[in-house]
């Protein structure tokens, strides 16, 4: 194109053809134009829609981060926070339409020193925003304070113990916030929309802090929970991972969560049910190990290797799993139509038909009948997998299924001989299934200390709910008496007292 209009030519026939290459060579720029508007609605669709998937997963990031951090200890404050850094959240005064439920601690009628009257010289309020399933309330709680009449000694009640010191929510809140995420899967920032649409402005990291503070009230009684765990004849044991945030790297790295259960129903036992849950960075021997030290008796298991350091101490003796080994069989009869599979997997129906019948039996029962029933089926199978493993090619799947079938049988057998075990390790596979429903709502830890608050509301929710109790009666219950609570006395809190202590 020409910049300059006087270099225009005077000939008609060459302005013509100007005009046509200039026509040409714009309607290529508008094609082109055209091409890079649908691009870039392309790209800002991508965008928003990226954006706004980083802008949940960063949500998410920061409630684990808060929540660690509010699970350590306090430390003192000496100096002011430095300029610039993010300031707590605001309180803001609670709603004028939430019910207010007025408790009036009054400090007596006599002074305590001298005898003489005691008159008002004013009060002080306490406003605590409590949950009840279905609606807020605000209890008022009212001290006045008074003087005595002859002597002028000042009185006022004590303000009772609460979950959080100088915090707002009561024990019926704060179970709401842990039942929500830990059993109902809800990530905090959700929480604190949901709150808002009822006039309730919390802050996702004020739910933060309170996981976080609450978590350490409760330890002790997950502790308690993990010492019952320990203390049974057999256990069951599984971890799952579960993604951490791994700090300065952008990245996740893979943690783990680890079960220990501990259930007697099947063979009527009397001591009540429970599940304990830890939280580790890695998969490492050393961690079960460490759960474990206290441990004494048979674990249900699967083949991980390393929990055979347990096994070579002689403290804890295998049980292994049959739904591992069906599982594999499953999988081959699924994906190749195998008939030995198919026979493999009604072989072992057999032995779960016994297990039916024995279910809720008392332990000798369960051995006497499983012995003629089900230790001739085993024997069978065991003999029958092999003959198989010798007319297959060693390099197929269903030749790995069967080998690893017979390694796992001959650890299984002890389950024959002590009605106490279990011919699967499905009590602590069912343990694990909230984690596993919740890690797809919330990603993924964001450190070792947001994992560990995890697993003390892990522990407490999934005991409760193994013994009927409600979670959320229980949790406020319990975070109503235990701040005040002897740590000697903690057993009294566990979930299967609760409803005695309720009566």
Known sequence: MLDDVQKLPDDPSVLKDLVASL?????????????????????????????????????????????????????????PAPTGEKRQPKRRPLPDRLPRNEIVLSAGDACAACGGQLKRL??????????VPGRFIVNRIVRPRMACACCETFHQAELPSRPIERGRPGPGLLAHVLVSKYADHLPLYRQSQMFGREGIELDRSTLADWIGQSSRLLEPLADAIGRHVRRGQAIFADDTPVKMQAPGTGKTKTARFWTYARDERPWAG????????????????????AHLKEFEGWMHADGYAGFEELYRSGRVREVACMAHIRRKFVDVQ?????????????????????????RGKPPD????????????ILDELEVWLGAQLRRISAKTPLAGA????ITRVKRLRPYIDHGVLELDNNTAERAMRGIAIGRKNYLFMGSEGGG??????YTLIETAKLNGIDPHAWLTDVLGRIADHKITRIDELLPWHYPQASA
């Not at 004013?122 to 949950?131: I, M, N, P, R, S």
């Not at 009397?270 to 190990?289: C, E, G, L, N």
């Not at 029962?365 to 001739?376: C, L, M, T, Y």
């Open 23 to 79: 026509a040409s060579e714009l309607k290529v720029r508008d094609i082109l134009i055209e091409k890079l508007k649908h691009q870039l609605a392309g790209q800002r669709r991508h965008l928003f829609g990226s954006r706004s998937e980083s802008l949940d997963q960063l949500e998410l990031t920061l409630e684990e981060e808060e929540i660690a951090r509010a699970g350590e200890e306090p430390a003192e404050q000496t100096t």
């Open 270 to 289: 009397s001591a009540p049910p429970a599940a304990w849950y830890r939280f580790s960075i890695d998969r490492k021997a050393m961690r079960p190990r």
């Open 334 to 358: 699924q994906s190749q139509g195998s008939a030995i599979a198919e026979e493999a997997i009604k072989r072992i129906a057999q032995l779960y038909a016994v297990e039916k019948e024995v």
């Open 452 to 457: 560990k608050s995890a697993a003390i509301a």
């Open 365 to 376: 029962e369960r051995v006497r009948i499983r012995q003629a029933n089900a230790k001739p």
């Open 402 to 405: 069967i080998r690893y079938a």
């Open 122 to 131: 004013g009060e002080d309020v306490t406003e605590e925003l409590e949950y």
